[in-house]
């Protein structure tokens, strides 16, 4: 994984801030630099070296073209004989070349051909045109922002900042979609005003300082005629094939393993893949197995199952326990890779585990997005939650804390932005309650995952890749029955019986439970201190209630008030309030109300 960077104006842009500006992703990728300067155009690479480790440093050339790339292709070899056969010849063994000899033969119908993650540029010379593309679920980030005659695009939104091309303002579109939606985003928000986030599945074409924006790729709706035996199978099959497809690197692989069915699956079917012993790596916070309560959506804690799934498939098992001092610690450090207020102690621990993991390996598999098109969430089959985005269930909550001079009404953006989701389906998909449901799941909350472990391991400088994440598996599980994947009162029930054989079954038939988030009153008693400290600044006495922040900082009551999902209560939201002033500060933002 690495970052890429482009400027294109009219005149040169300046060398030594185009470095800066690449520097500020370092962490994205050290093993290079690289960068190409022409008259128009300046292109930025920084690599973290998975594939080709001694030939595939970037920005890469093929006659008019010029490359820079972030992801990884998973039909790499299919795609490279293809192109053999038509009579490309490579000089790497990188996926890299793949794709730019792909786009060379087969030009923007490229995309159709691509499996795996990626956010690259491609600039031709000659027509003086840039291309740039995402992959189809969002799993590698991409920002863009035209001002006048300028174009800037990034892996990050601090170097687009640090261009001075745009500057860091809020206005009350901004701040309606942050507050209403946080720490989730509008689908293509680049959070700031003017800068942009090209969408998971769109290419943007730049040209004579025009943008043409289009959609490659979407979910089709088809009457489904496979029973649930015959389902079960092709499930089986094209997760199996996922995974051993996103086992190809040139260097050691590890996978995430918390006991759950998405990461024990995983693993066990790498380590059956595997040659060599499979490391495996689990994290817990400091003493939480102390303060740790049963509600409706952690149901257990998760060692137990890790030491089964270990001991079964005979894999290196590393655990690894953060500090309560340490989770604290990092709210910053994990600001700064997000570049706006994020999932505060879940960010924290996923940026320190990397780091732990960074050690000794570079590549991790981990099981993100199986909840999301396999039914997995609570709110999928409880009423209660039955909401526009139903991980939102606290709007009015939202509201309140809202400064009353501030005319910004939340539950109307959130109904604004769920419409013209919708919208994008086919009408008949827009009666459907599991189709709107699946795919408002995507678009926001799987995303909003995806991001969460791509700034997190990138900020070790690792690489996680997701096999649930594949398109054959989406595709297919968009057109099945509800029914087949929860039944009888179990969640991902498709999922479950079609491994039956693989896994261990206290493994395979636990209840689901989120990410571990700390468990500790020490969070909670640190982060009131960092917010009361912080108020005192007044950063945030413009946007919000500070009676009411107050109200919630001095009330010991409700400590599960709802702000996010099954992992954001009570002392998230007050370590997410911590990050938003901090926020305000270190990124000089304007508010523009």
Known sequence: MCAI?????????????????????????????????????????????????ENGNQPMFYKNYVIVYNGEIY???????DLLNKGYSFTTTSDTEVVLKGYAEYKVKVLDKLEGIFAFAIYNKRKKELFIARDRFGVKPLFYAKKKNRFIFSSMIKPILKSKIVKPILTKKELAEILSLGPSKRSGSGVFKDINELRPAHYLIYKHNKIKIKRYWQLKSKKCTDNFEEAKLKVFKILTDSIKRQMVSDIPIATLLSGGLDSSL??????INSKDKLTTYSIDYEDNSKYFKKNNFTVSEDKHYIDVMSKTFNTNHQYKTITQNDVVKLLEDTLNLRDYPGMTDIDSSLYWFSKEISKN????????????????????????LDNLFPWINNIDYRQKL????????????LKKEYQRMIKELP???RKDKYKKLFYINMTHFMTTLLDRKDRMTMGATIEARVPFADTKLIEYLWNLPFDYKYKEGCEKYLLRVAFKDIIPDEVL????????????????????????????????DEIFNIDEINKLLEDNNDYDIPWFGQLMTK??????????????EKYNIEIKL
């Open 5 to 53: 960077l482009g400027v294109l104006q009219k005149e040169e842009f300046n060398h030594d801030l185009f470095m800066s500006m690449l520097e500020a992703m370092n962490n994205r990728g050290k093993d290079n630099t690289g960068y190409y300067f022409s008259n128009n155009i300046s292109l930025g690479h920084k690599r973290l070296a998975i594939r080709d480790l």
């Open 75 to 81: 039909n790499t070899e299919e795609l490279k004989e």
């Open 266 to 271: 995983i693993t066990a079917l790498t380590a």
């Open 361 to 384: 390996h570079k590549v991790i598999l981990s099981g993100e997005c199986a909840d999301e098109i396999f039914g997995g969430y609570p709110w999928f089959y409880r009423k209660e």
């Open 402 to 413: 809202l400064n009353p001079n501030i005319k910004i009404n939340l539950n109307k953006t």
């Open 427 to 429: 009408k008949k998909d």
């Open 509 to 540: 038939y636990r209840k689901k439970n989120p990410y571990p988030k700390t468990h500790h009153p020490y969070f909670l008693n640190e982060v009131k201190k960092l917010l009361k400290e912080r108020l005192k600044k007044g950063n945030l």
């Open 571 to 584: 002392p998230q939201l007050i370590a997410y309030l911590y990050q938003f002033d901090l926020w305000i």
